[in-house]
């Protein structure tokens, strides 16, 4: 079995701190913002499903290589003025499945969502989720060397657990701007399950807070332009910040950048293709001396819009 050696995990460790990747890292989850707050599911007028598979770090050893599927769809929506297309105050429901593999470390999480939108004003919507499930953690310990003796890993096999993964989230938005606050892994270790046999290793969860922004103007009747912004708070580690912009052709074809504050920096391009599918992909060329070891990260998404019977092509609320 192959073997991880030792400098590149102490490596890793460090960068995976410095980046709180304890929840997956993703370059395009302003596509998705589903996956950091539970009051975005049933927005949107069609059952909405994404499947995305990235790539971390290309060429490192034991770098990250995270897959998902969410899946939301609205309950009960009708339609207020056809001027504005406003919601009507209703339901959405969703699911979450997670897979990330760092090394000898596999997390996989699965999670059940439900949101409840109000219209506040004409224009103006509020929606508020809740989210739960399991996060399981495994280490392998037959993927590791070990140089310290008494390590509780040492002589192979795996150590697991599983926690209870609890998420709320709250969703302010209208056709031109969205603000979202959320909170991920709320209840760190209370609801774990671990064998009481088991040491206990570095598998503890922290608490997560993601603080989101955007805005969308149109400069030409093609041209639709959207600033945003995310502020991620994971204690221990230090604060994130990522500012993107993304400018679409005729609500169809779209390009992207975005910056994750010494880390890295990303281009994304999109095409709406029908009222069904949805294809994007991005790049992230790293900034920190990880650079000197890897060829940069590669995420690919595809979406799909079922029960589209508006036959919408481009978002109307999640741009």
């Given at each position: 079995?192959?073997?991880?050696?030792?400098?590149?995990?102490?490596?890793?460790?460090?960068?995976?701190?410095?980046?709180?990747?304890?929840?997956?890292?993703?370059?395009?989850?302003?596509?998705?913002?589903?996956?950091?707050?539970?009051?975005?599911?049933?927005?949107?007028?069609?059952?909405?499903?994404?499947?995305?598979h990235?790539?971390?770090?290309?060429?490192?050893?034991?770098?990250?290589?995270?897959?998902?599927?969410?899946?939301?769809?609205?309950?009960?929506?009708?339609?207020?003025?056809?001027r504005?297309?406003?919601?009507?105050?209703?339901?959405?429901?969703?699911?979450?499945?997670?897979?990330?593999?760092?090394?000898?470390?596999?997390?996989?999480?699965?999670?059940?969502?439900?949101?409840?939108?109000?219209?506040?004003t004409?224009?103006?919507?509020?929606?508020?989720?809740?989210?739960?499930?399991?996060?399981?953690?495994?280490?392998?310990?037959?993927?590791?060397?070990?140089?310290?003796?008494?390590?509780?890993?040492?002589?192979?096999?795996?150590?697991?657990?599983?926690?209870?993964?609890?998420?709320?989230?709250?969703?302010?938005?209208?056709?031109?701007?969205?603000?979202?606050?959320?909170?991920?892994?709320?209840?760190?270790?209370?609801?774990?399950?671990?064998?009481?046999?088991?040491?206990?290793?570095?598998?503890?969860?922290?608490?997560?807070?993601?603080?989101?922004?955007?805005?969308?103007?149109?400069?030409?009747?093609?041209?639709d332009v959207?600033?945003?912004?995310?502020?991620?708070?994971?204690?221990?580690?230090?604060?994130?910040?990522?500012?993107?912009?993304?400018?679409?052709?005729?609500?169809?074809?779209?390009?992207?950048?975005?910056?994750?504050?010494?880390?890295?920096?990303?281009?994304?391009?999109?095409?709406?293709?029908?009222?069904?599918?949805?294809?994007?992909?991005?790049?992230?060329?790293?900034?920190?001396?990880?650079?000197?070891?890897?060829?940069?990260?590669?995420e690919?998404?595809?979406?799909?819009?079922?029960?589209?019977?508006?036959?919408?092509?481009?978002?109307?609320?999640?741009?």
């Amino acid at each position: 079995m192959h073997k991880i050696l030792f400098p590149v995990l102490v490596l890793l460790a460090t960068a995976l701190q410095a980046a709180a990747q304890q929840r997956p890292q993703y370059s395009q989850y302003m596509l998705n913002n589903f996956l950091l707050n539970p009051a975005i599911a049933g927005i949107e007028d069609y059952a909405d499903i994404r499947v995305s598979h990235r790539r971390q770090w290309v060429g490192l050893d034991g770098a990250p290589v995270t897959s998902y599927v969410t899946a939301h769809t609205p309950l009960n929506k009708g339609f207020g003025s056809t001027r504005y297309h406003k919601a009507l105050a209703h339901h959405g429901v969703g699911v979450v499945f997670h897979t990330d593999k760092t090394g000898p470390l596999r997390r996989t999480g699965l999670t059940g969502a439900y949101a409840y939108h109000l219209p506040v004003t004409h224009a103006i919507n509020v929606s508020a989720g809740v989210a739960a499930g399991l996060i399981r953690n495994a280490i392998n310990a037959g993927e590791l060397q070990f140089t310290n003796p008494n390590d509780p890993l040492l002589g192979g096999g795996s150590i697991n657990n599983s926690v209870i993964d609890l998420n709320l989230g709250l969703w302010v938005y209208s056709q031109n701007f969205s603000i979202g606050v959320s909170g991920a892994q709320l209840l760190e270790d209370v609801g774990s399950f671990r064998a009481a046999t088991e040491r206990r290793a570095v598998l503890d969860l922290q608490r997560h807070y993601f603080i989101t922004g955007g805005y969308r103007f149109s400069p030409t009747d093609d041209l639709d332009v959207v600033p945003s912004v995310m502020l991620k708070l994971a204690d221990p580690s230090p604060a994130s910040v990522d500012v993107n912009l993304r400018v679409l052709y005729s609500k169809q074809f779209w390009v992207g950048a975005s910056y994750r504050h010494k880390d890295a920096l990303a281009a994304m391009v999109g095409v709406y293709v029908s009222p069904l599918l949805d294809v994007s992909y991005s790049y992230d060329a790293t900034l920190s001396n990880l650079n000197r070891v890897s060829a940069g990260t590669h995420e690919v998404v595809v979406g799909f819009k079922l029960l589209n019977d508006r036959r919408i092509i481009c978002p109307q609320w999640i741009w």
